[in-house]
Protein backbone atom coordinates (compact mmCIF):
# COMPACT_ATOMS: atom_id res chain seq x y z
CA UNK A 1 0.00 0.00 0.00
CA UNK A 2 1.80 3.24 -0.92
CA UNK A 3 1.78 5.95 1.37
CA UNK A 4 0.71 5.92 5.16
CA UNK A 5 -3.50 5.67 5.12
CA UNK A 6 -5.10 6.65 8.41
CA UNK A 7 -5.09 4.64 11.29
CA UNK A 8 -8.28 3.20 12.72
CA UNK A 9 -8.69 2.15 16.73
CA UNK A 10 -4.97 2.24 16.77
CA UNK A 11 -4.86 -0.93 14.96
CA UNK A 12 -5.46 -0.97 11.16
CA UNK A 13 -4.12 1.34 8.43
CA UNK A 14 -6.65 1.73 6.01
CA UNK A 15 -6.34 1.92 2.09
CA UNK A 16 -8.49 2.62 -0.53
CA UNK A 17 -12.12 2.32 -0.85
CA UNK A 18 -12.96 -1.27 -2.16
CA UNK A 19 -16.97 -0.40 -1.83
CA UNK A 20 -19.78 2.05 -0.98
CA UNK A 21 -23.34 2.38 -0.52
CA UNK A 22 -26.13 4.13 1.31
CA UNK A 23 -25.05 3.50 4.72
CA UNK A 24 -21.64 3.34 4.76
CA UNK A 25 -17.97 2.07 2.75
CA UNK A 26 -16.08 -0.77 2.68
CA UNK A 27 -12.03 0.01 2.89
CA UNK A 28 -8.80 -2.47 2.29
CA UNK A 29 -6.59 -2.14 5.29
CA UNK A 30 -3.62 -3.46 7.37
CA UNK A 31 -3.54 -4.62 10.29
CA UNK A 32 -0.76 -2.79 11.86
CA UNK A 33 0.20 -5.97 14.48
CA UNK A 34 0.33 -8.73 12.01
CA UNK A 35 0.45 -7.20 8.39
CA UNK A 36 -2.24 -8.95 7.65
CA UNK A 37 -4.91 -7.60 4.09
CA UNK A 38 -8.09 -6.99 5.93
CA UNK A 39 -11.56 -5.37 4.78
CA UNK A 40 -13.28 -3.37 7.15
CA UNK A 41 -17.11 -2.26 6.61
CA UNK A 42 -17.85 1.05 8.06
CA UNK A 43 -21.62 1.64 8.77
CA UNK A 44 -23.41 4.64 9.98
CA UNK A 45 -25.29 4.27 12.63
CA UNK A 46 -27.11 6.78 13.08
CA UNK A 47 -28.44 5.64 9.43
CA UNK A 48 -28.70 1.99 10.23
CA UNK A 49 -31.42 3.29 12.95
CA UNK A 50 -32.98 5.25 10.55
CA UNK A 51 -33.89 2.60 8.22
CA UNK A 52 -34.26 -0.42 10.44
CA UNK A 53 -31.34 -2.38 10.06
CA UNK A 54 -30.16 -2.86 13.67
CA UNK A 55 -31.66 -6.11 14.23
CA UNK A 56 -30.26 -7.14 10.89
CA UNK A 57 -26.40 -6.70 11.84
CA UNK A 58 -27.04 -7.93 14.77
CA UNK A 59 -28.01 -11.52 13.15
CA UNK A 60 -25.51 -11.01 10.87
CA UNK A 61 -22.44 -10.09 13.90
CA UNK A 62 -24.34 -13.81 16.16
CA UNK A 63 -24.35 -15.64 12.26
CA UNK A 64 -20.96 -14.85 11.05
CA UNK A 65 -19.20 -15.95 14.51
CA UNK A 66 -21.30 -19.17 14.48
CA UNK A 67 -19.98 -20.12 10.93
CA UNK A 68 -16.02 -20.85 10.40
CA UNK A 69 -15.35 -22.16 7.12
CA UNK A 70 -12.51 -22.41 3.99
CA UNK A 71 -15.64 -21.44 1.73
CA UNK A 72 -16.87 -18.64 4.04
CA UNK A 73 -15.25 -15.31 4.39
CA UNK A 74 -14.69 -15.16 7.91
CA UNK A 75 -15.69 -12.06 10.38
CA UNK A 76 -12.46 -11.40 12.20
CA UNK A 77 -14.11 -8.87 14.61
CA UNK A 78 -16.60 -5.98 15.05
CA UNK A 79 -15.83 -3.17 16.68
CA UNK A 80 -17.66 0.11 17.34
CA UNK A 81 -17.37 3.75 18.61
CA UNK A 82 -20.23 6.47 19.25
CA UNK A 83 -21.26 6.94 15.29
CA UNK A 84 -19.90 3.51 13.76
CA UNK A 85 -19.62 0.20 13.55
CA UNK A 86 -17.37 -1.33 11.71
CA UNK A 87 -16.96 -5.19 10.89
CA UNK A 88 -13.38 -6.22 10.27
CA UNK A 89 -13.34 -9.13 7.47
CA UNK A 90 -11.31 -11.45 5.50
CA UNK A 91 -10.39 -9.60 2.71
CA UNK A 92 -10.88 -11.44 -0.23
CA UNK A 93 -9.00 -9.99 -3.61
CA UNK A 94 -10.29 -11.91 -7.03
CA UNK A 95 -13.65 -10.05 -6.52
CA UNK A 96 -17.48 -11.21 -7.12
CA UNK A 97 -18.03 -14.93 -9.10
CA UNK A 98 -20.62 -12.20 -11.17
CA UNK A 99 -17.52 -10.24 -12.30
CA UNK A 100 -16.32 -13.53 -13.62
CA UNK A 101 -19.17 -14.94 -15.83
CA UNK A 102 -20.11 -11.14 -17.15
CA UNK A 103 -16.34 -10.97 -18.35
CA UNK A 104 -16.25 -14.83 -19.84
CA UNK A 105 -20.49 -14.35 -20.43
CA UNK A 106 -20.66 -17.99 -19.40
CA UNK A 107 -18.39 -20.85 -17.81
CA UNK A 108 -17.20 -24.39 -19.14
CA UNK A 109 -19.58 -27.10 -17.06
CA UNK A 110 -15.69 -28.35 -15.73
CA UNK A 111 -15.31 -24.68 -13.60
CA UNK A 112 -18.65 -24.12 -12.73
CA UNK A 113 -18.67 -27.66 -11.26
CA UNK A 114 -15.33 -26.99 -9.23
CA UNK A 115 -17.36 -23.19 -7.72
CA UNK A 116 -20.62 -25.34 -7.20
CA UNK A 117 -18.57 -28.02 -5.08
CA UNK A 118 -17.40 -25.21 -3.17
CA UNK A 119 -20.55 -23.60 -2.50
CA UNK A 120 -22.48 -26.65 -1.32
CA UNK A 121 -19.45 -27.86 0.73
CA UNK A 122 -20.35 -23.64 2.69
CA UNK A 123 -24.17 -24.26 2.42
CA UNK A 124 -23.77 -28.08 4.10
CA UNK A 125 -21.79 -26.55 7.10
CA UNK A 126 -24.00 -23.83 7.35
CA UNK A 127 -27.11 -25.84 7.97
CA UNK A 128 -25.31 -28.07 10.25
CA UNK A 129 -24.54 -25.32 12.53
CA UNK A 130 -28.81 -24.01 11.95
CA UNK A 131 -27.65 -21.28 9.62
CA UNK A 132 -29.86 -20.47 6.27
CA UNK A 133 -28.12 -17.61 4.05
CA UNK A 134 -31.34 -17.03 2.43
CA UNK A 135 -29.80 -14.84 -0.23
CA UNK A 136 -27.30 -16.80 -2.77
CA UNK A 137 -26.35 -15.17 -5.46
CA UNK A 138 -23.17 -14.53 -7.48
CA UNK A 139 -22.54 -11.55 -6.20
CA UNK A 140 -22.63 -12.89 -3.04
CA UNK A 141 -19.96 -15.31 -3.76
CA UNK A 142 -16.15 -13.96 -4.14
CA UNK A 143 -12.88 -16.00 -5.05
CA UNK A 144 -9.48 -15.47 -3.52
CA UNK A 145 -6.52 -15.01 -5.41
CA UNK A 146 -6.09 -18.87 -5.45
CA UNK A 147 -10.13 -19.31 -6.90
CA UNK A 148 -11.49 -20.56 -3.95
CA UNK A 149 -14.96 -19.62 -3.63
CA UNK A 150 -15.83 -17.56 -0.46
CA UNK A 151 -19.75 -17.17 0.66
CA UNK A 152 -20.47 -13.47 1.27
CA UNK A 153 -23.02 -11.31 3.13
CA UNK A 154 -24.96 -12.73 5.95
CA UNK A 155 -27.06 -10.24 6.51
CA UNK A 156 -30.56 -12.05 5.46
CA UNK A 157 -29.31 -14.94 7.61
CA UNK A 158 -31.95 -16.84 9.60
CA UNK A 159 -30.96 -19.75 12.19
CA UNK A 160 -32.66 -22.33 13.67
CA UNK A 161 -34.60 -20.54 16.82
CA UNK A 162 -35.69 -17.88 13.99
CA UNK A 163 -38.43 -20.64 13.28
CA UNK A 164 -41.85 -20.71 14.25
CA UNK A 165 -43.86 -23.48 16.02
CA UNK A 166 -44.65 -25.16 12.90
CA UNK A 167 -41.15 -25.31 12.43
CA UNK A 168 -40.73 -22.93 9.00
CA UNK A 169 -39.30 -19.50 8.75
CA UNK A 170 -41.82 -17.04 7.57
CA UNK A 171 -40.02 -13.82 6.91
CA UNK A 172 -40.55 -13.34 2.69
CA UNK A 173 -36.39 -12.10 1.95
CA UNK A 174 -33.55 -12.60 -0.75
CA UNK A 175 -33.25 -11.64 -4.11
CA UNK A 176 -35.88 -11.74 -6.85
CA UNK A 177 -34.62 -13.94 -9.70
CA UNK A 178 -32.46 -16.08 -7.20
CA UNK A 179 -35.42 -16.68 -4.31
CA UNK A 180 -37.67 -19.84 -3.83
CA UNK A 181 -41.31 -20.75 -5.02
CA UNK A 182 -42.07 -21.39 -1.18
CA UNK A 183 -40.73 -18.00 0.00
CA UNK A 184 -42.45 -15.87 -2.14
CA UNK A 185 -45.81 -17.87 -1.28
CA UNK A 186 -45.70 -16.63 2.25
CA UNK A 187 -46.86 -19.60 3.53
CA UNK A 188 -43.79 -20.70 5.60
CA UNK A 189 -40.29 -22.21 4.27
CA UNK A 190 -37.14 -24.40 5.25
CA UNK A 191 -34.75 -22.61 4.79
CA UNK A 192 -32.60 -25.26 4.24
CA UNK A 193 -34.69 -26.33 1.07
CA UNK A 194 -34.93 -22.78 0.06
CA UNK A 195 -31.05 -22.41 -0.26
CA UNK A 196 -30.75 -25.36 -2.10
CA UNK A 197 -33.18 -23.79 -5.07
CA UNK A 198 -30.81 -20.85 -4.81
CA UNK A 199 -27.61 -22.91 -5.03
CA UNK A 200 -29.58 -24.09 -8.34
CA UNK A 201 -30.27 -20.76 -9.65
CA UNK A 202 -26.58 -20.15 -9.25
CA UNK A 203 -25.47 -23.37 -10.92
CA UNK A 204 -27.95 -22.54 -13.79
CA UNK A 205 -26.48 -19.13 -14.34
CA UNK A 206 -22.69 -20.00 -14.18
CA UNK A 207 -23.07 -22.51 -17.13
CA UNK A 208 -26.19 -20.73 -19.05
CA UNK A 209 -24.61 -17.26 -18.65
CA UNK A 210 -28.55 -15.89 -17.76
CA UNK A 211 -31.37 -16.07 -15.72
CA UNK A 212 -33.47 -19.17 -15.56
CA UNK A 213 -36.41 -17.69 -14.49
CA UNK A 214 -37.31 -14.63 -16.71
CA UNK A 215 -40.42 -12.33 -17.87
CA UNK A 216 -41.25 -8.89 -19.14
CA UNK A 217 -42.01 -8.08 -15.84
CA UNK A 218 -41.77 -9.39 -11.87
CA UNK A 219 -45.30 -10.99 -11.80
CA UNK A 220 -44.34 -13.08 -14.85
CA UNK A 221 -41.04 -13.98 -13.19
CA UNK A 222 -42.64 -14.76 -9.97
CA UNK A 223 -45.36 -17.32 -11.81
CA UNK A 224 -42.25 -19.13 -13.71
CA UNK A 225 -40.68 -19.35 -10.64
CA UNK A 226 -43.57 -21.01 -8.94
CA UNK A 227 -44.45 -23.08 -11.73
CA UNK A 228 -40.52 -24.34 -11.93
CA UNK A 229 -41.26 -22.96 -15.89
CA UNK A 230 -37.34 -23.07 -17.36
CA UNK A 231 -35.67 -24.93 -20.05
CA UNK A 232 -31.76 -26.00 -20.04
CA UNK A 233 -29.84 -24.84 -23.14
CA UNK A 234 -28.69 -27.30 -25.44
CA UNK A 235 -24.91 -27.07 -24.55
CA UNK A 236 -25.77 -28.02 -20.95
CA UNK A 237 -24.80 -31.95 -20.30
CA UNK A 238 -27.45 -34.64 -19.70
CA UNK A 239 -26.44 -35.12 -15.86
CA UNK A 240 -26.20 -31.38 -15.35
CA UNK A 241 -30.00 -30.97 -17.17
CA UNK A 242 -30.93 -33.58 -14.78
CA UNK A 243 -29.52 -32.62 -11.86
CA UNK A 244 -30.53 -29.01 -12.32
CA UNK A 245 -34.29 -30.11 -12.62
CA UNK A 246 -34.24 -32.05 -9.19
CA UNK A 247 -32.92 -28.83 -7.50
CA UNK A 248 -35.07 -26.62 -9.25
CA UNK A 249 -38.35 -28.22 -7.75
CA UNK A 250 -41.04 -25.83 -7.44
CA UNK A 251 -42.21 -28.13 -4.49
CA UNK A 252 -40.28 -27.99 -1.52
CA UNK A 253 -41.16 -31.47 -0.37
CA UNK A 254 -39.59 -33.43 -3.33
CA UNK A 255 -37.23 -31.29 -4.13
CA UNK A 256 -33.12 -33.01 -4.14
CA UNK A 257 -31.89 -32.55 -0.86
CA UNK A 258 -27.93 -31.71 -0.22
CA UNK A 259 -26.63 -35.23 0.62
CA UNK A 260 -28.62 -36.46 -2.64
CA UNK A 261 -27.14 -33.37 -4.55
CA UNK A 262 -23.43 -35.27 -3.58
CA UNK A 263 -24.51 -38.39 -4.32
CA UNK A 264 -25.19 -37.42 -7.82
CA UNK A 265 -23.17 -38.00 -10.79
CA UNK A 266 -22.53 -34.78 -12.05
CA UNK A 267 -21.91 -33.45 -8.46
CA UNK A 268 -19.37 -36.81 -7.62
CA UNK A 269 -17.52 -37.13 -11.39
CA UNK A 270 -18.51 -34.09 -13.21
CA UNK A 271 -19.15 -33.27 -16.94
CA UNK A 272 -17.55 -35.41 -19.24
CA UNK A 273 -15.61 -34.31 -22.30
CA UNK A 274 -17.09 -30.50 -21.65
CA UNK A 275 -15.26 -28.04 -24.39
CA UNK A 276 -13.70 -24.71 -23.55
CA UNK A 277 -16.51 -22.22 -23.88
CA UNK A 278 -15.58 -18.57 -23.93
CA UNK A 279 -17.86 -16.73 -26.14
CA UNK A 280 -20.37 -13.91 -24.98
CA UNK A 281 -24.44 -14.88 -24.88
CA UNK A 282 -25.65 -17.14 -27.65
CA UNK A 283 -27.43 -15.98 -29.86
CA UNK A 284 -30.67 -18.50 -29.20
CA UNK A 285 -30.95 -17.05 -26.38
CA UNK A 286 -31.23 -13.10 -28.18
CA UNK A 287 -34.86 -13.27 -27.44
CA UNK A 288 -34.79 -13.45 -23.56
CA UNK A 289 -33.42 -10.30 -23.02
CA UNK A 290 -30.63 -12.03 -21.20
CA UNK A 291 -27.90 -10.12 -20.74
CA UNK A 292 -29.27 -7.10 -19.03
CA UNK A 293 -30.90 -9.39 -16.39
CA UNK A 294 -27.76 -10.89 -15.55
CA UNK A 295 -26.20 -7.44 -15.50
CA UNK A 296 -29.00 -6.41 -12.74
CA UNK A 297 -26.32 -5.36 -9.87
CA UNK A 298 -25.75 -3.18 -6.99
CA UNK A 299 -22.25 -2.17 -8.50
CA UNK A 300 -18.95 -3.68 -9.70
CA UNK A 301 -17.09 -4.04 -6.36
CA UNK A 302 -16.49 -7.45 -4.19
CA UNK A 303 -17.38 -5.80 -1.29
CA UNK A 304 -20.73 -3.43 -0.86
CA UNK A 305 -22.33 -2.45 2.34
CA UNK A 306 -25.94 -1.98 0.41
CA UNK A 307 -27.77 -5.34 0.84
CA UNK A 308 -31.54 -6.06 0.04
CA UNK A 309 -33.36 -5.01 2.85
CA UNK A 310 -35.24 -7.37 5.18
CA UNK A 311 -38.91 -7.80 3.95
CA UNK A 312 -41.89 -7.80 6.09
CA UNK A 313 -45.29 -8.07 4.77
CA UNK A 314 -44.96 -8.55 0.50
CA UNK A 315 -47.81 -9.89 -1.51
CA UNK A 316 -45.87 -10.00 -4.32
CA UNK A 317 -42.55 -9.40 -3.11
CA UNK A 318 -40.00 -7.36 -4.29
CA UNK A 319 -36.84 -6.45 -2.53
CA UNK A 320 -35.01 -3.43 -3.02
CA UNK A 321 -31.71 -2.20 -1.99
CA UNK A 322 -31.52 1.68 -1.36
CA UNK A 323 -28.50 2.54 -3.16
CA UNK A 324 -28.76 5.83 -5.41
CA UNK A 325 -27.15 3.22 -7.97
CA UNK A 326 -29.28 0.30 -7.61
CA UNK A 327 -31.74 -0.34 -11.03
CA UNK A 328 -33.71 -2.75 -11.08
CA UNK A 329 -35.08 -1.88 -14.52
CA UNK A 330 -32.45 -4.98 -16.24
CA UNK A 331 -35.14 -6.85 -15.32
CA UNK A 332 -37.76 -5.66 -17.57
CA UNK A 333 -38.11 -5.97 -21.17
CA UNK A 334 -37.46 -2.21 -23.10
CA UNK A 335 -40.15 -1.50 -24.41
CA UNK A 336 -40.87 1.80 -27.02
CA UNK A 337 -42.58 3.67 -23.93
CA UNK A 338 -41.92 2.38 -20.69
CA UNK A 339 -45.48 1.37 -19.05
CA UNK A 340 -44.17 0.82 -15.52
CA UNK A 341 -42.79 3.12 -12.95
CA UNK A 342 -41.07 2.07 -9.58
CA UNK A 343 -40.26 4.37 -6.69
CA UNK A 344 -39.25 4.27 -3.07
CA UNK A 345 -40.90 6.14 -0.10
CA UNK A 346 -39.96 6.91 3.61
CA UNK A 347 -43.38 7.61 4.22
CA UNK A 348 -46.44 5.08 6.18
CA UNK A 349 -48.38 3.30 3.24
CA UNK A 350 -51.49 5.45 4.28
CA UNK A 351 -49.71 8.56 3.68
CA UNK A 352 -48.78 7.61 0.22
CA UNK A 353 -52.02 6.15 -0.62
CA UNK A 354 -53.64 9.50 0.59
CA UNK A 355 -51.23 11.60 -1.59
CA UNK A 356 -52.07 9.43 -4.97
CA UNK A 357 -55.44 9.99 -4.34
CA UNK A 358 -55.11 13.72 -3.71
CA UNK A 359 -53.07 13.84 -7.13
CA UNK A 360 -55.21 12.23 -9.14
CA UNK A 361 -58.09 14.47 -7.58
CA UNK A 362 -56.13 17.36 -8.35
CA UNK A 363 -55.59 16.20 -12.26
CA UNK A 364 -59.33 15.28 -12.58
CA UNK A 365 -58.93 11.60 -12.52
CA UNK A 366 -61.25 8.66 -11.06
CA UNK A 367 -60.04 6.66 -8.01
CA UNK A 368 -60.94 2.75 -7.54
CA UNK A 369 -59.39 0.94 -4.86
CA UNK A 370 -59.19 -2.98 -5.26
CA UNK A 371 -59.02 -5.28 -2.47
CA UNK A 372 -56.03 -7.10 -2.75
CA UNK A 373 -54.30 -3.84 -2.36
CA UNK A 374 -54.43 -2.05 -5.84
CA UNK A 375 -55.61 1.12 -6.80
CA UNK A 376 -56.78 1.60 -9.79
CA UNK A 377 -56.80 5.51 -11.27
CA UNK A 378 -59.07 6.29 -14.57
CA UNK A 379 -59.76 8.93 -16.67
CA UNK A 380 -62.40 10.29 -17.17
CA UNK A 381 -63.31 10.48 -21.08
CA UNK A 382 -61.58 8.61 -23.89
CA UNK A 383 -58.32 9.03 -25.22
CA UNK A 384 -56.95 7.85 -28.73
CA UNK A 385 -57.18 4.13 -27.42
CA UNK A 386 -59.61 4.19 -25.17
CA UNK A 387 -59.89 5.59 -21.03
CA UNK A 388 -56.63 5.73 -19.74
CA UNK A 389 -55.89 3.50 -16.68
CA UNK A 390 -53.19 2.35 -14.36
CA UNK A 391 -52.73 0.72 -11.39
CA UNK A 392 -50.45 1.25 -8.46
CA UNK A 393 -49.26 -0.85 -5.57
CA UNK A 394 -47.50 -0.79 -2.40
CA UNK A 395 -44.85 -3.03 -1.17
CA UNK A 396 -44.09 -2.85 2.05
CA UNK A 397 -40.24 -3.12 2.73
CA UNK A 398 -39.42 -1.94 6.31
CA UNK A 399 -42.56 -0.24 8.59
CA UNK A 400 -40.44 2.88 7.64
CA UNK A 401 -40.39 2.33 3.99
CA UNK A 402 -41.81 1.00 0.60
CA UNK A 403 -41.80 0.21 -2.93
CA UNK A 404 -44.71 1.85 -5.02
CA UNK A 405 -45.15 0.59 -8.32
CA UNK A 406 -47.45 2.39 -10.73
CA UNK A 407 -47.99 0.55 -14.72
CA UNK A 408 -50.17 2.04 -17.04
CA UNK A 409 -53.02 -0.99 -17.98
CA UNK A 410 -55.21 0.37 -20.85
CA UNK A 411 -55.49 3.47 -23.01
CA UNK A 412 -53.11 4.96 -24.96
CA UNK A 413 -48.90 5.17 -24.19
CA UNK A 414 -48.09 8.64 -25.00
CA UNK A 415 -50.86 10.39 -23.36
CA UNK A 416 -49.91 7.97 -20.28
CA UNK A 417 -46.14 9.10 -20.80
CA UNK A 418 -47.19 12.64 -20.86
CA UNK A 419 -49.30 12.97 -18.14
CA UNK A 420 -46.59 10.67 -15.89
CA UNK A 421 -43.73 13.14 -16.50
CA UNK A 422 -45.28 16.13 -16.85
CA UNK A 423 -48.27 16.21 -14.42
CA UNK A 424 -48.16 12.69 -11.95
CA UNK A 425 -44.06 12.42 -11.29
CA UNK A 426 -43.48 16.10 -10.12
CA UNK A 427 -46.14 16.64 -7.96
CA UNK A 428 -45.31 13.18 -5.77
CA UNK A 429 -42.03 14.73 -5.40
CA UNK A 430 -43.17 15.37 -1.28
CA UNK A 431 -43.59 11.18 -1.01
CA UNK A 432 -40.77 9.60 -3.25
CA UNK A 433 -37.09 9.01 -1.66
CA UNK A 434 -35.59 7.38 -4.85
CA UNK A 435 -36.92 6.67 -8.68
CA UNK A 436 -35.60 3.69 -9.90
CA UNK A 437 -34.62 3.04 -13.60
CA UNK A 438 -33.58 6.96 -14.08
CA UNK A 439 -30.37 7.29 -15.88
CA UNK A 440 -29.57 9.72 -12.68
CA UNK A 441 -31.28 8.62 -9.39
CA UNK A 442 -31.12 11.30 -7.09
CA UNK A 443 -32.36 10.97 -3.77
CA UNK A 444 -35.14 12.99 -3.14
CA UNK A 445 -35.49 15.61 -0.12
Same mark, same amino acid.
Given at each position: ???????????????????? *???? &?????? #? /????????? $??? @?????????????????????????????????????????????????????????????????????????????????????? *???? &?????? #? /????????? $??? @?????????????????????????????????????????????????????????????????????????????????????????????????????????????????????????????????????????????????????????????????????????????????????????????????????????????????????????????????????????????????????????????????????????????????????????????????????
Amino acid at each position: MEGRGKILMERYELGRLLGK *GTFG &RVHYAR #N /LESNRSVAI $KMM @DKDKVLKVGLSEQIRREITTMRLVAHKNIVELHEVMATRNKIYFVMEYVKGGELFDKIEKSGRLTESAAHNYFQQLISAVDYCHSR *GVYH &RDLKPE #N /LLLDEDENL $KVS @DFGLSALSESKRQDGLLHTTCGTPAYVAPEVISKTGYDGAKSDIWSCGVVLFVLVAGYLPFQGPNLMEMYRKIQHGDFRCPSWFSHKLKKLLYKILDPNPSTRISIQKIKESTWFRKGPEGTRTVKEKIPSENATTNAAPTLSVRRGKNAYEDVKPLHVTNLNAFEIISFSSGFDLSGLFIEMEHRKEARFTSDKPASAIISKIEDVAKMLNLRVRKKDNGVVKIQGRKEGRNGVLQFDTEIFEITPFHHLVEMKQTSGDSLEYQKLFEQDIRPALKDIVWAWHGDDQQQMQE
